[in-house]
């Protein structure tokens, strides 16, 4: 593991030795994960191509904000349609997934990583979305793995952060040292169980994540504003954008998966930026990594 300061916070990460290919892959990882997460994915890769895994900020090995350590200015951001101007906001908290996108963005130019596919995992995935967003030249695509969205169901949003807010508020530092507690992490969204490994990584990883990062990520992600917001990103978005779906996922349903990835060209003219995995539930990198790394590598060829 090695670190870099971000932004005025420090982050962990990992980057593998450079290969012959002219495009570095980088993943981004989701909620309450960490870069972990990506391994069995990057071991089938990374004889192919540099990859990058790193853990965002509050989330794994990396720093939470400081109190002084982390002052940056609060663009507007405006997208357009048809050239025309249809919403413009200032970030206004450190938890948007546009404000992990800047850390992002800070990141690769830091490592002088100046062409790559970005890969994002649920969250992950919408933080993807908005690094390409900003960095056109230097992003060549971006590939979401369980991740969609773009409907907003005001009820069923309010459910799913008055869950999690409960969620974070039972878990004790000694919840990891509970005997068998790996076992219900290990069956918990996925179609079936992880190794106990994997599962003793996820008690490792809910437990330790920073509790305002946690918090705020879970806030600021599922407002109404943002996830209306993301449909109009990805129709923006010039480089391609594939999205890959567990058949099983509960957490992110394929239908909505399909939803968001409807709004990019791909979809329109092909309906082929839609891979769907069988028996896979929420996790796909961790339940179906031969398929997930297999998918990536067809996705760069066919764009190479």
């Given at each position: 593991m090695a670190t870099i300061e971000v932004l005025g916070v420090s982050h962990a990460y990992e980057l593998t030795a450079p290969t012959s290919s002219?495009?570095?892959?980088?993943?981004?990882?989701?909620?309450?994960?960490?870069?972990?997460?990506?391994?069995?994915?990057?071991?089938?890769?990374?004889?192919?191509?540099?990859?990058?895994?790193?853990?965002?900020?509050?989330?794994?090995?990396?720093?939470?904000?400081?109190?002084?350590?982390?002052?940056?200015?609060?663009?507007?951001?405006?997208?357009?349609?048809?050239?025309?101007?249809?919403?413009?906001?200032?970030?206004?908290?450190?938890?948007?997934?546009?404000a992990y996108a800047?850390?992002?963005?800070?990141?690769?130019?830091?490592?002088?990583?100046?062409?790559?596919?970005?890969?994002?995992?649920?969250?992950?995935?919408?933080?993807?979305?908005?690094?390409?967003?900003?960095?056109?030249?230097?992003?060549?695509?971006?590939?979401?793995?369980n991740s969609g969205g773009g409907i907003y169901l005001k009820e069923a949003f309010e459910q799913f952060r008055n869950a999690g807010q409960k969620l974070l508020q039972i878990r004790p530092k000694w919840l990891s040292q509970m005997p068998l507690i790996d076992l219900i992490f290990a069956r918990d969204s996925v179609a079936r169980p992880l190794e106990r490994y994997w599962a003793r990584q996820r008690v490792i990883d809910f437990v330790s994540a920073d509790p305002e990062a946690a918090l705020g990520t879970l806030f600021d992600s599922t407002t109404e504003e943002e996830v209306n917001r993301l449909p109009q990103l990805v129709s923006e978005l010039k480089q391609p954008i594939y999205f890959i779906a567990g058949v099983d996922d509960k957490v992110m349903e394929?239908?909505?998966?399909?939803?968001?990835?409807?709004f990019h060209p791909l979809f329109q003219y092909s309906g082929e930026n839609v891979i769907e995995i069988p028996e896979c539930g929420h996790l796909a990198m961790l339940e179906q990594p031969d398929k997930v790394a297999s998918e990536i590598r067809k996705i760069i060829a066919q764009h190479s």
């Open positions: 002219p495009y570095a892959l980088v993943f981004v990882h989701g909620w309450l994960n960490s870069r972990a997460y990506w391994q069995p994915v990057v071991k089938r890769l990374s004889v192919d191509f540099q990859c990058l895994s790193y853990d965002l900020r509050g989330f794994g090995e990396s720093k939470p904000k400081g109190k002084s350590d982390f002052n940056r200015e609060q663009p507007a951001v405006t997208l357009k349609q048809n050239n025309l101007s249809f919403f413009t906001y200032y970030v206004d908290s450190y938890y948007t997934p546009y800047c850390d992002l963005v800070a990141l690769l130019e830091q490592l002088n990583i100046n062409k790559a596919w970005l890969i994002g995992h649920s969250l992950g995935g919408t933080i993807a979305l908005w690094s390409a967003s900003q960095m056109s030249e230097r992003v060549k695509g971006v590939i979401c793995i394929p239908k909505y998966v399909k939803h968001l990835a409807s």
